[in-house]
C-alpha cells in the first residue's frame, strides 16, 4: 500500500488523486504501481461510472520524479535504455485500460500539468482546469521524447505542426492557449474546480453508461477506421445500446416528457 495515490469511490464516481505535493505530484514507482491496480479494479467495477483524475496540493502532475533519474545516472548507456524502455512499456497496460474503459475518464487540472502529467491529461476523455493551470510538454528539456501516450494523442489534438512545437521547443503556456489549442474543454475559477469537477463527473456517472462508453469507442476508432468500418461500428454500437435498459428508459422519457432516470445498464 502507499500514499502517494488516494483512490475513492462515491456514488458512481472513482477518484485517483495523485498524492507527492511535497514535489507537484512527480511520479514515483509506488504512485505508478498503485495506479496500475487501480485503473485495472475500475475498469472492471460497474458500479463506477466514471473516473476523475487529480492532483493533490494545487497541482496536477509535473512529470516524472526527476530526482529519482540520477540513481541512473551512472550506468552504461546500454543499461540505461534498457531499464527505461522497460519501465515506460510497464505504463502502457494502464494507460490502454483508461482508453479502453467503457467509462468516461476527467481530469481536473490545477496548477502543473507538465511532462508525464500533460500525457496523463491528455489521456483522459475530456479535461476541466483552473485558471491559474498551466503546461509544458517538457521532455526536451531533460533529452529525452515524450511517453505516457502523449506522442499519441497531442498531434490527434492540436494538430502536427502545433504539437511538434509544443514538443520540440518544450515552451510554457497558460489554460487559455490550452483551450485555444483544444487540450482543454472547460476552464473554471480555481476556487471552484473541485465543485465543477463534482458536478460534471456525477452528470457522467448519472448518464446512460453503456451508450457513453460506446461514444468513446466510436470517437476514438474513428481516426484509424475506413468510412465503411465506421459504419459498421455504428450499426454494432447502436445496437449494443438499443439492447440496454437505458435507451428503453430514454424513449419512455422522451414520450412523457420527462428528465431519464438512467441505471447504467
Not at 67 to 72: D, H, L, N, R, Y
Request: charged share 25%.
Amino acid at each position: 500500500m502507499t500514499d502517494h495515490l488516494l483512490v475513492s469511490k462515491e456514488n458512481g464516481v472513482a477518484t485517483l488523486t495523485m498524492n507527492r505535493p511535497e514535489v507537484r505530484n512527480a511520479l514515483s514507482i509506488e504512485m505508478r504501481h498503485a495506479m496500475f491496480e487501480a485503473v485495472d479494479d475500475i475498469e472492471h467495477d460497474a458500479s463506477v461510472r466514471c473516473v476523475v483524475l487529480k492532483g493533490a496540493g494545487g497541482h496536477f502532475m509535473a512529470g516524472g520524479d526527476i530526482k529519482a533519474f540520477t540513481q541512473f545516472t551512472e550506468m552504461p548507456p546500454i543499461e540505461r535504455q534498457k531499464t527505461f524502455e522497460a519501465r515506460i512499456h510497464n505504463l502502457h497496460p494502464m494507460l490502454m485500460a483508461l482508453r479502453r474503459m467503457n467509462k468516461p475518464v476527467i481530469a481536473s487540472v490545477q496548477g502543473a500539468a507538465a511532462g508525464a502529467g500533460m500525457s496523463f491529461m491528455m489521456a483522459c476523455d475530456l479535461t476541466i482546469a483552473a485558471d491559474d493551470a498551466f503546461f509544458k510538454f517538457s521532455y526536451v528539456s531533460i533529452g529525452a521524447s515524450p511517453d505516457g501516450s502523449g506522442s499519441y494523442y497531442l498531434p490527434r489534438l492540436v494538430g502536427l505542426r502545433k504539437a511538434l512545437e509544443l514538443a520540440i521547443l518544450g515552451d510554457r503556456f497558460d489554460v487559455q492557449k490550452a483551450e485555444e489549442y483544444g487540450l482543454v474543454n472547460w476552464i473554471v475559477p480555481a476556487a471552484d474546480l473541485e465543485a465543477e469537477t463534482d458536478k460534471l463527473a456525477h452528470k457522467l456517472a448519472d448518464g446512460p453508461t453503456v451508450a457513453i462508453g460506446n461514444i468513446k469507442q466510436l470517437m476514438y476508432a474513428s481516426g484509424g477506421n475506413s468510412f465503411e468500418s465506421q459504419l459498421a461500428m455504428e450499426a454494432t454500437s447502436f445496437g449494443r445500446s438499443a439492447a440496454t435498459d437505458d435507451w428503453i428508459e430514454g424513449i419512455t422519457a422522451f414520450i412523457e416528457k420527462r428528465k431519464p432516470e438512467f441505471k447504467g445498464r
